[in-house]
T-cell receptor
Framework: GAVVSQHPSWVICKSGTSVKIECRSL??????MFWYRQFPKQSLMLMAT?????????EQGVEKDKFLINHASLTLSTLTVTSAHPEDSSFYIC???????????????FGDGTRLSIL | QQQVKQSPQSLIVQKGGISIINCAYE??????FPWYQQFPGKGPALLIA?????SEKKEGRFTISFNKSAKQFSLHIMDSQPGDSATYFC??????????FGQGTELSVKP
């Protein structure tokens, strides 16, 4: 249980285009999802916290207008990288927090990430 | 005070040996300490987690040791196998809060 699916797994696009990444919780409802960015051989950097039905909370230094987050349902959050440029190339990973009850408290389960390459 | 410091950065262990990764934190409000395993090109997978009311938790070959007074916790991998070769991240969070990750440890288990 507690599966998080992320799509697409890899995307290559031209500079200036916008890219949407989807994050779905498959077998549980996630009121809170998180978006991370990871550079090679580095740790995960939290970009924003996505709450269902409300605006995302962005970490300091993350451009809200550049990285649009929508959490329209309890099982889906999307990250749109607008007007992407080569410096936006990275590994983007989402996670969803499992609510208390069936699973142990507070665990976050991660998707398999999206490798974004901007040419 | 929000940092979680992880060491070593990289670790090479022979097959069958014990891998030990250490983490230290400063924020005494943290109450949840998970370890994640990440293979190249994949997202992190939750391995094992502990709360500060216990000093040790074991799941199969993986054990977390927790020292609340020293604000340190460690992951022990017994009988390490080549398939355990991956990057391991410790993390910490307050109840309902965001995860603070360590810097990661790249483990290589040699056959």
């Amino acid at each position: 249980g507690a599966v998080v699916s992320q799509h697409p797994s890899w995307v290559i696009c031209k500079s200036g285009t916008s890219v949407k990444i989807e994050c779905r919780s498959l077998d549980f409802q996630a009121t809170t999802m998180f978006w991370y960015r990871q550079f090679p051989k580095q740790s995960l950097m939290l970009m924003a916290t996505s709450n269902e039905g409300s605006k995302a909370t962005y970490e300091q230094g993350v451009e809200k207008d550049k990285f649009l987050i929508n959490h329209a349902s309890l099982t889906l959050s999307t990250l749109t990288v607008t007007s992407a440029h080569p410096e936006d190339s990275s590994f983007y990973i989402c996670s969803a927090r499992v609510p208390g009850g069936k699973y142990s408290n507070q665990p976050q389960h991660f998707g398999d990430g999206t490798r974004l390459s901007i040419l | 005070q929000q940092q979680v410091k992880q060491s070593p950065q990289s670790l090479i262990v022979q097959k069958g040996g014990i891998s030990i990764i250490n983490c230290a934190y400063e924020n005494t409000a943290f109450d949840y300490f998970p370890w994640y395993q990440q293979f190249p090109g994949k997202g992190p997978a939750l391995l094992i987690a502990i709360r500060p009311d216990v000093s040790e938790k074991k799941e199969g070959r993986f054990t977390i040791s927790f020292n609340k007074s020293a604000k340190q916790f460690s992951l022990h991998i017994m009988d390490s196998q080549p398939g355990d070769s991956a990057t391991y991240f410790c993390a910490a969070s307050r109840r309902g809060g965001k995860l603070i990750f360590g810097q990661g440890t790249e483990l290589s288990v040699k056959p």
